[in-house]
């Protein structure tokens, strides 16, 4: 076992531990986007729960732990596309007013953009 430092997550079981963590926020991502798109609708868990992965994600990444692993920015955009389709196609039908739909659009591209910006640094760097 390797550890360089006296932090929580300086050392390879650290790393280990924090690569499962995001690798199963990745794997729960990348399911919901296989699936029937309607498990991304806002109403719904996955519609909920995928930004809240892809926050997480970010939050962690921006750490700079060794073991945080997020995937490339293309796939990240691709999964902002297919997103933001489903809920362009049908946040209307939950009957949301104006203000609250354009500042939670708004969060949602934000939420997906952050990701795919470190994403692109981190492959980059690479």
């Not at 203000?99 to 953009?113: C, S, V």
Request: proline share 3%; with cysteine; aromatic share 8%.
């Amino acid at each position: 076992m390797g550890t360089w430092g006296s932090g929580n997550f300086d050392s390879d079981t650290a790393a280990d531990h924090l690569s499962g963590i995001t690798g199963r926020l990745v794997s729960e991502i990348e399911e919901a986007m296989a699936d029937d798109p309607v498990v991304l609708e806002a109403d719904e868990y996955w519609g909920v729960a995928v930004p809240c992965n892809v926050e997480l994600l970010s939050l962690i990444a921006e750490q700079g732990h060794v073991g945080a692993s997020v995937p490339e920015a293309a796939v990240v955009e691709g999964w902002k596309k297919k997103f933001m389709d489903v809920w362009e196609r049908t946040i209307d039908d939950l009957g949301p007013k104006q203000e609250y739909k354009e500042d939670r659009r708004a969060g949602l591209i934000r939420t997906f953009d952050r990701l795919a910006a470190l994403a692109e640094r981190e492959h980059t760097a690479q």
